[in-house]
């Protein structure tokens, strides 16, 4: 069992920068590829970005390509989303997920097993 906790959300102006935070709890951890996926009010929650078990493959959606940049740290058990020229497109609660069964970074949403309990990020115009 994998639990998760994001931390880091808040409120920023746009052109701002955010690091989202998420711990995991279980040494398998470092053995899970991670993702974080989004979901603004009224839409479905959908993927941002992915990163694979040992950090050598990146996965990006075309909106954040560029402004966002995932990354993990084993020994902390800890995966990380540093967002940059965010916008107000991107406000959204964000989640991070933990996926058991592949080794690549996933896009889809039911690749996934696990899910913290999100963190919301406002970004003012």
């Known amino acids: 069992q994998v639990q998760l906790g994001e931390s880091g959300g808040g409120l920023v102006q746009a052109g701002g920068s955010l690091r989202l935070s998420c711990v995991a709890s279980?040494?398998?951890?470092?053995?899970?590829?991670m993702g974080w996926f989004r979901q603004a009010p009224g839409k479905e929650r959908e993927f941002v970005a992915a990163?694979?078990?040992?950090?050598?493959?990146?996965y990006y959606a075309d909106s954040v390509k560029g402004r966002f940049t995932i990354s993990r740290d084993g020994a902390k058990n800890t995966v990380y989303l540093q967002m940059n020229s965010l916008k107000p497109e991107d406000t959204a609660v964000y989640y991070c997920?933990?996926?058991?069964?592949?080794?690549?970074?996933?896009?889809?949403?039911?690749?996934?097993?696990?899910w913290g309990q999100g963190t919301q990020v406002t970004v003012s115009s």
């Open positions: 279980g040494r398998t951890f470092r053995s899970y590829p």
């Open positions: 990163i694979s078990w040992n950090g050598g493959s990146t």
């Open positions: 997920a933990a996926d058991q069964d592949n080794l690549a970074p996933m896009r889809a949403r039911d690749e996934y097993d696990y």
